[in-house]
């Protein structure tokens, strides 16, 4: 239900070639960065290892944006997730003042696009960290490294073909875990389902109520506010928008999303029901009087708890401190679980269910933020994906296709209930793993 703060990974695409009946031209000259510009790469070594002068290597507006503090605190995470600083491996420029560099770390290594003003003193306006690439050298690599891990894991690549999944390598693919926002699979699935019926269609309007919502981009919108499906699925699933979230699951109908459990082969659906939003999530949590009553009841004393005190309870009631601070709550009881293998079938039947043109929005709305490094993002004609996380909790699901055509699952999850998990780590695992799984 959180976000990796510092990965922002970005789709490479690539275009097709055309048959060439004329020479082609002549390759265009590499691109010469800016001495200036070297200068400030330069820098970057003692800066991204807190040491350096801030200050002076950063344009105000950056500074404005990314404090002193917040930056410090970025590097505290690269280096739980990637190890310590190793080197500054390659710089490719893009103009003479902006470009891409490859950074070691000691577990990972860094795709970083940095920008340099043109102007004055050339400070750095740009940086950002487009993803981690783990150093594992082969598949068997990276399962060691993610057996390795504290707490529990669980891994699964599978083939999809015409009949069941073949699982190619598996990890635990049958205990269930926390998956945190993977949750939003499921309701995206029964969108699909509705407007393959002729139910619904992708451009039917919302209208916002007014309704407290959680944290997103409808959070702060005025009552009669019109929405498209299409839209709050976009955004449910590229930023995992709770908001979103939550207007779509009651727009759709809890009951309908509940009936897709097992439809999509989860193996447990009654562990799922009643299957909560997540501001019912973030209440139950933290408010320790409702989160016990709830957990004593059966399942119709669930709903009625759902609907009447829990409904009735304002989201200012909700402990946000308690999320921040990094201790897993309730991942073990109050949470959305499916097994790794559960996840492998939910996105064959996605795939499944919008072949052809009607299933192009769909395809859209999970392609949209394809969670891997742009290195492994382009190894692979499509690549759909949705992850969550929380305190304790990473989970992450590729939906693949090959440049041949194959189609594959690639699913991994991290659970620990005594400390949270190195997220960085594990994404950097996961994008290893979509690198190393592409044909050659």
Same mark, same amino acid.
């Given at each position: ?14 275009t ?49 944006q ?55 003193d ?7 960290v ?10 068997d ?20 073909g ?101 439809v ?16 019912e ?7 320790? !009087? ?8 059966? @399942?119709? +004393? =669930?709903? $009625?708890? %759902?609907? *009447?005190?829990? /409904? ?43 072949e ?14 394809p ?40 699913? !991994? ?8 998990? @190195?997220? +960085? =780590?594990? $994404?950097? %695992?996961? *994008?290893?793993? /979509? ?6």
């Amino acid at each position: 239900m959180r976000a990796i703060a510092f990965l922002a990974p970005l789709l490479a695409c690539a275009t097709p070639g055309l048959a060439q009946t004329t020479p082609p031209a002549p390759a265009a000259a590499p691109v010469q960065a800016a001495k200036e510009f070297r200068d400030r790469v330069n820098q970057l070594p003692d800066l991204l290892q807190g040491k350096g002068d801030y200050d002076a290597a950063f344009a105000d507006a950056f500074r404005a944006q990314v404090p002193k503090a917040k930056f410090d605190a970025v590097l505290q995470q690269i280096a739980a997730a990637a190890g310590p600083y190793s080197d500054l491996q390659k710089l490719e420029a893009k103009t003479p003042w902006s470009g891409t560099l490859t950074v070691e770390y000691r577990d990972a290594i860094a795709t970083v696009a940095i920008d340099v003003h043109p102007a004055g003193d050339h400070r750095i306006t740009g940086l950002l960290v487009q993803g981690l690439t783990a150093r594992e050298a082969t598949l068997d690599a990276v399962e060691a490294t993610l057996k390795g891990l504290h707490g529990r894991t669980g891994y699964v690549l599978a083939r999809l073909g015409d009949g069941r999944p073949q699982l190619l390598r598996q990890h635990n693919a049958d205990q269930a875990f926390a998956i945190g926002s993977e949750f939003k699979l499921v309701i995206l699935a029964e969108l699909i389902r509705a407007t393959n019926g002729g139910e619904r269609r992708w451009d039917d309007l919302v209208t916002l109520d007014g309704s407290a919502l959680p944290g997103g981009g409808y959070t702060a919108k005025p009552a009669g506010t019109k929405v498209t499906l299409r839209e709050l699925a976009t955004q449910m699933i590229s930023i995992s928008d709770n908001s979103a979230t939550d207007i779509l699951l009651k727009t759709l109908g809890r009951e309908k999303v509940e009936a897709m459990l097992p439809v999509l082969g989860i193996a447990d659906p009654a562990r799922n029901r009643p299957f909560l939003g997540t501001a019912e999530v973030f209440k139950l949590k933290t408010i320790p !009087a409702l989160r016990d009553r709830y957990l004593v009841a059966d @399942e119709a +004393g =669930r709903r $009625a708890l %759902l609907a *009447g005190e829990v /409904a009735a309870t304002p989201l200012s009631k909700v402990d946000v401190g308690l999320f921040s601070a990094g201790k897993p709550l309730s991942i073990d009881t109050l949470e959305w679980f499916e097994t790794p293998a559960d996840l492998v079938r939910v996105m064959d039947w996605i795939r499944r269910n919008t072949e052809g043109p009607r299933g192009a929005d769909a395809r859209a709305v999970l392609s949209k933020n394809p969670g891997i490094p742009p290195l492994a993002a382009a190894k692979w004609g499509y690549v759909g994906y949705k992850g969550g996380s929380e305190p304790g909790v990473m989970a992450m699901t590729l939906l693949l296709q090959g440049k041949d055509g194959g189609w594959y699952v690639l699913s !991994a999850s991290w659970n620990d209930t005594a400390q949270d998990v @190195e997220q +960085g =780590r594990f $994404a950097g %695992l996961v *994008g290893k793993a /979509a690198e190393l799984a592409a044909a050659p």
